[in-house]
């Protein structure tokens, strides 16, 4: 198996599907920093597996709480993904309860939860050998991002009606004009840095795991994968303690 290969080029079929893709999707023009590129085919089945594994999750996790009668409260006895998800899902409660409070957490902890558990296990999918992290693409990162800038801007209008715009113009009507610009700039950079901190962080991680493997498969990269866990864990946890501040900012209320 090749650096680049993957075991979904095992597949029959696969490579020619991919390859037709390219023909009809792939970027062949150029402008400025934005250069040709292929249709990368293999991170989107990468997200397929992950999501797939997400689902199996929480249908276990239904199920398991569904059929104990205790309505979930009592932990089971044996190690599970039951528990896995318990405590992944608590540990991002306690990280966005510290930023904005409990109530607003538990509120907020479907979508910011469902982007840990995502970007986290996407994560960890690039150290096993033959998969790559569909984190590591930045088409995977803006859509993760983008969402979390519009559904931010959707809660605080939802919040505070259409009085959500009037931070954009500053505390003073006559520094409008010097804040919308401002203001706007840096709105829109947090989905830009948002996906390029996870993309560049992720891709130095595989990258580099993938050299050692490439040098002596055996034991000089486990250091490194180890290494590798800890990054994957802390991008997760980055992105979504971010996700957190920008959705509080937009439904705080500026009496509290």
Not at 22 to 39: A, I, N, Y
Not at 132 to 138: K, Q, R, V
């Amino acid at each position: 198996m090749g650096p680049h290969a993957t075991w979904f080029d095992f597949i029959p079929g696969y490579p020619g599907f991919r390859s037709g893709l390219q023909e009809s999707m792939g970027r062949t023009w150029t402008w400025q920093v934005f250069q040709s590129t292929h249709f990368q085919l293999d991170h989107v089945m990468c997200a397929l597996v992950v999501l797939a594994f997400l689902a199996l999750g929480a249908f276990r996790y239904a199920t398991a709480v569904g059929g104990s009668g205790d309505a979930g409260l009592v932990p089971p006895p044996k190690l599970g993904m039951r528990n896995v998800f318990e405590v992944l899902a608590d540990t991002v409660l306690g990280l966005m309860a510290g930023v904005i409070g409990e109530k607003a957490a538990k509120k907020y902890l479907p979508l910011v939860g469902t982007l840990f558990l995502f970007i986290l296990f996407s994560n960890l999918l690039g150290l096993i050998p033959g998969f790559l992290p569909p984190t590591s693409t930045l088409k995977t990162n803006l859509a993760m991002s983008v969402l979390v800038f519009l559904l931010s801007h959707v809660f605080g209008v939802r919040e505070h009606g259409l009085k959500y715009f009037k931070h954009f113009l500053g505390p003073i009507w006559w520094l409008a004009p010097l804040m919308l610009p401002i203001e706007l700039i840096s709105h829109i950079a947090r989905p830009v840095s948002l996906a390029m901190r996870l993309m560049g962080n992720i891709v130095g991680d595989h990258t580099l795991v993938a050299v050692f493997f490439g040098i002596f498969p055996l034991l000089l990269p486990l250091p490194f994968m180890v290494m590798g866990v800890l990054v994957c864990v802390v991008q997760a946890v980055v992105f979504s303690l971010l996700a957190t501040v920008y959705i509080g900012q937009a439904v705080a209320h500026e009496d509290h």
